[in-house]
């Protein structure tokens, strides 16, 4: 790569009337990387609906974003390195909106003494209307500097914003009773305060009463509108939660400060439990990806048989379904995308293929095995010369294995910065399943995904 350089001119070499500038075009990423910056989080840069109803009618960028293209000319082109900025006078004369192209100037008006230099500053957008005006004090270099310029990391903005439509749809109904087993932790306090104050749920805590009020304190969390079914200990509460869910009372489960595996047993030993085999999916929400994605099963089945892929991946099509996505389209993931005898899950892979393509899964496009990359990326599916309705084009990956599944919703989470909410499918009232660790927006979600699922099964006869 052949450098570029920065250079200068000092204070003896400027004369009145030299100009410099730089251009920019002003993205979506701009407003909102200025706004991760600077702590200018105004609802006018970010927010549609609030701008709608603001002075200008639209979201408009920052005025300082503006101003800081000045600050970039004087500091690159002119005078250039070196200099040091004492003053600056800014006059905002017209909005700068997302797509406008900006041009940024400067121009030497006086030299004055000890090497201060007044610039007229000015940035213009690409009708040639005059943005921002202003004048410029700084103090210009007093010897020549040629300096490699900087090369800056490529930033890539984690938006988390694919189940937003979803959680909106989700606000939009009435709260559902829900039974938050063995809330015993702040953090299972924490959300289940949080699903309540989102108008997701009605919380009924059930668990002991005097630890729960105990988690209550050291969270600083109201139980107001929680009501507390006491019962002595953990195991109780998982019963006392499906027995509820059997009568009709609550409408689905939330995993509290007990172990998953004693919550499911207790589902898995009642009338809650269906002819489907019980399954875990994350719903990814990935930067990367243009799309929700379902990663299943990583936290249930450990080495899932053929019969209970089947069952996996219909409940992850039925999901998908309840939530608005008429044909939803599931990899079947393997290492390879071609059939090895040597590697079980290509042969799962393919069966379960030929499975739905003969009315034994429904609902959906099923195809495997795919690797991966062929699976989330077209550009690699066609370089495989993979003809698929599925293959770049995933809604959802079913893995071979627990483990699998674990280590990749764990990648994507912490690598690629996604976003996962836990739902329990399979079973007569859905279970919410999130970790501690589990930032708001990922408990919201599940909350969400939830109370989409009671409000869908009478549609879909779950």
Not at 305 to 310: C, I
Request: aromatic share 4%.
């Amino acid at each position: 790569m052949q450098t570029e350089f920065l250079r200068n001119r000092t204070f003896e070499e400027l004369r009145p009337g030299e100009t410099a500038s730089i251009t920019r075009l002003v993205s979506r990423d701009d407003i909102e990387l200025f706004a991760a910056v600077s702590g200018d989080v105004n609802p006018a840069h970010l927010d549609a609906t609030f701008a709608a109803t603001d002075f200008f009618g639209h979201i408009v960028a920052h005025g300082m974003w503006t101003g800081a293209l000045v600050s970039a000319v004087l500091g690159t082109r002119l005078p250039g390195p070196g200099t040091v900025y004492l003053g600056q006078e800014l006059r905002f004369l017209k909005p700068v909106l997302p797509g406008d192209v900006i041009t940024a100037a400067v121009s030497v008006v006086e030299k004055r003494e000890n090497g201060v230099v007044v610039l007229d500053t000015r940035c213009t957008n690409q009708e040639g209307d005059d943005v921002l005006s202003g004048q410029a004090t700084v103090i210009a270099p007093n010897r020549t500097i040629e300096w490699p310029r900087a090369h800056l990391p490529d930033v890539t903005l984690r938006r988390h914003d694919r189940y937003e439509r979803f959680i909106a749809r989700a606000r939009a109904l009435p709260a559902i009773r829900v039974a938050v087993v063995h809330p015993c932790s702040p953090e299972a306090v924490v959300a289940a305060a949080e699903a309540r104050d989102a108008g997701l749920f009605e919380p009924l805590l059930i668990g002991p009463e005097e630890r729960i009020r105990a988690a209550a304190d050291t969270a600083k969390v109201s139980l107001d509108g929680m009501a507390i079914e006491a019962v002595p200990h953990s195991h109780a509460a998982a019963d006392r939660a499906v027995e509820l869910a059997l009568a009709g009372k609550v409408a689905a489960l939330v995993k509290g400060s007990l172990h998953s595996d004693e919550l499911l047993g207790a589902v898995v030993r009642s009338g809650l439990r269906t002819e489907r085999r019980i399954s875990h999916v994350y719903g990814m929400d990935v930067p990367a990806y243009d799309k929700p994605l379902i990663v299943t099963d990583a936290a249930i089945n450990i080495q899932p048989s053929l019969t209970d892929k089947r069952d996996i991946c219909q409940n992850a099509i039925d999901l998908l379904r309840r939530l608005g996505m008429e044909r939803p389209k599931v990899a079947v993931l393997a290492a390879v995308e071609t059939v090895n005898p040597a590697m079980p899950a290509t042969l799962d892979a393919a069966a379960l293929t030929v499975m739905a393509a003969r009315g034994q899964i429904e609902g959906g496009d099923v195809d495997g095995p795919l690797a991966f990359d062929n699976a989330v990326s077209p550009d690699a599916a066609r370089t495989k010369g993979i003809v698929s309705p599925v293959a770049g084009h995933a809604d959802i990956l079913l893995v071979p294995d627990l483990e699998a599944g674990n280590m990749l919703a764990k990648q994507l989470t912490h690598f690629a910065g996604a976003t996962a909410a836990g739902l329990v499918l399979g079973a007569r009232v859905p279970i919410v399943l999130t970790s501690r660790s589990d930032p708001l927006s990922a408990r919201i979600a599940s909350a969400a995904l939830a109370r989409l699922v009671v409000e869908a099964r009478p549609i879909l006869g779950a």
